[in-house]
């Protein structure tokens, strides 16, 4: 069985709240949904967010990339061969981490529907139901923690509080989210880069001293600067975990090597798909590195791809899998749903998405 025809459709989409960190301020999700098709109709998709300032994709290079390049490629081409399509995706261009992703997200959300089985059970996983934590966008002390008691009413109980625009005011920000959510509630911290390697030693410190009980510190410094990173992870207790500073394995491995992180966020948009971030899951694992499985801001697409990884993966530490919780309207029929803390995923099967929204896509392909 050949696959017939490669589709990409452009999507925006808007999201109930603002999303804000260190990097940037959002209303809407950008993004391209790529759909693989075989001889027999059924279509596989995947998805390639535009963050601009996290991976540097756009839906423009996306939807070239995967026009010009990775669906001409495929196009033909045997879709139960799983490994070898994957393959000569990740061997097929230089970067468009996040095309590839949506291509070999869309091959493999494929596959598991030609076997008529969940995404997750194809990936060797049975559990259908993935706890995620929540964003707090970056805002003052009384907006974060109007938004922590809202988000504790909602039944979350892992916090990721964007910080790092204003190191000076962060460790009030931490005080009024623990004053509001009291001492159960697990709260991290995501300084998207914001914080220089003494802020951040400083603030982490300071909430340390506090009392505050954070669980973890994402990012705190630039990505390229692994040496601080490291001297940050020398100079403080609570675990430092890398993100932006992880996009393949070659990164990973320098991560390890210096010591600079205890845990990486693993996301499919910046390595490339499930089958790098399989590899990615591993490495860590086998250095004892602590790993969670995050989300761009994304939708039901992405996430469930993500969620269907943890699911059979499992992580260190609760995932990070909101991005399409924030999300006014779905954008696709079928897929996850949310209770509360829980993704989950449907018993159906690949994806469980029927069909992307028309009447709010540009579809080109």
């Known amino acids: 069985m050949t696959i017939a025809a490669v589709r990409t459709h452009r999507l925006s989409a808007p999201l109930h ?6 990097l940037r301020r959002t209303t809407t999700v950008e993004t391209l949904v790529v759909e693989v098709v075989d001889d027999d109709g059924r279509s596989g998709f995947g998805e390639a967010p535009q963050v601009w300032q996290v991976t540097g994709a756009s839906i423009a290079g996306a939807q070239a990339c995967v026009q010009d390049m990775l669906g001409p490629l495929i196009a033909g081409r045997d879709a139960d ?30 596959a598991a ?48 509080l964007k910080v790092g625009t204003d190191a000076a005011g962060d460790l009030e920000r931490v005080r009024a989210v623990r004053s509001a959510v009291g001492p159960e509630v697990r709260i991290r911290l995501d300084a998207n880069q914001g914080w220089t390697p003494r802020e951040a030693v400083r603030v982490i410190r300071g909430i340390h001293d506090a009392g505050l009980d954070i669980e973890l510190v994402e990012q705190p410094v630039a990505r390229w600067d692994l040496d601080g ?15 932006e500073s992880v996009f393949s394995v070659r990164e990973l491995v320098e991560v390890i090597r210096r010591r600079a992180a205890d845990m990486v966020n693993v996301k499919l948009a910046k390595c490339g798909g499930l089958h790098a971030a399989r590899t990615l899951l591993d490495l860590a694992a086998a250095h004892e590195v602590g790993t969670i499985v995050g989300s761009m801001m994304e939708s039901e697409v992405g996430v469930g791809a993500a969620a269907s990884l943890v699911a059979a993966y499992r992580t ?18 079928g897929g996850i749903r949310y ?27």
Not at 17 to 22: E, G, H, L, S, W
Not at 130 to 146: H, K, R, S, W
Not at 324 to 333: G, I
Not at 346 to 358: H, R
């Open 17 to 22: 709240t603002p999303f804000v960190t260190a």
């Open 339 to 365: 209770e509360g803390p829980t993704v989950v995923l449907p018993d159906a099967p690949g994806l469980g998405i029927s069909s992307v929204t028309e009447a709010k896509m540009q579809r080109r392909g």
């Open 229 to 243: 990173m490291a001297w940050v992870s020398d100079r403080v207790d609570v675990p430092i975990l890398a993100d």
């Open 316 to 333: 260190t530490a609760v995932s990070d899998l909101d991005a399409a919780w924030w999300l006014a309207w779905s954008p696709v029929r």
């Open 113 to 160: 529907r030609r076997l008529g089985v969940p995404l997750v059970r194809l990936l060797g996983g049975t559990d259908l139901r993935v706890p995620t934590d929540v964003t707090l966008a970056a805002g003052d002390a009384v907006d974060l923690a109007a938004a922590a008691k809202q988000r504790r009413a909602d039944g979350f109980t892992v916090l990721k």
């Open 81 to 110: 061969d799983l490994v070898a399509r994957c393959a000569e995706v990740r061997r097929a261009v230089v970067g468009n981490e996040s095309a590839k992703a949506a291509v070999d997200t869309a091959l493999h959300d494929l």
